[in-house]
């Protein structure tokens, strides 16, 4: 269980009781024992998630102090133009270098080379992989 320790309206701390606290050792140990924690300043601490869509990112939180809990809950945002766009980009980086990987010398040697038992079907693979690169590079632009 997670709890926040509130002072002056203010939180000062998030996440599990300390084993020590002030001059209060195995505080820990009081886990449960909300009556006491309260006295004490320590409440039940809630993050509350919240679902995004494709293009909304987070943006801080609300923290909102009750005499029973703490609950934190995520805020978000719409993304910018440029932040969409350079999500995009690093998609298409990311996948251009997966496809390129595909090519190692020995798989573009046997694609390619009729030396090395090259077949058309080699030859297809090859070209249909450098089509893919091609329309990733085409999002880059």
């Given amino acids: ?10 939180v000062t701390y998030r996440g599990s009781l300390p ?4 001059n209060i050792s195995g505080l820990n140990l009081s886990e449960g024992d909300d009556d006491y924690l309260k006295t004490l300043g320590w409440l039940p601490y809630v993050e509350v998630s919240v679902e995004f869509d494709e293009n909304e990112t987070p943006d801080g939180e609300d923290t909102v102090i009750t005499e029973t809990e703490v609950a934190s809950t995520q805020k978000k945002r719409a993304m ?3 932040e969409i ?3 995009d980009s690093g998609a298409a980086l ?3 270098l997966r496809l390129e990987e595909l ?3 020995r798989r573009l040697a046997e694609a390619l080379s009729d030396d090395c038992g090259g077949t058309a079907e080699g030859r297809s693979w090859f070209k249909d992989n450098r089509d893919k690169i091609a329309v990733e590079r085409a999002k880059l632009a």
């Fill in 80 to 82: 910018t133009a440029q």
């Fill in 103 to 105: 090519e190692t010398p």
């Fill in 1 to 10: 269980m997670l709890y926040a320790h509130v002072e002056d309206g203010i």
């Fill in 85 to 87: 766009s350079d999500r």
């Fill in 94 to 96: 990311s996948e251009i």
């Fill in 19 to 22: 084993k020590s606290w002030r």
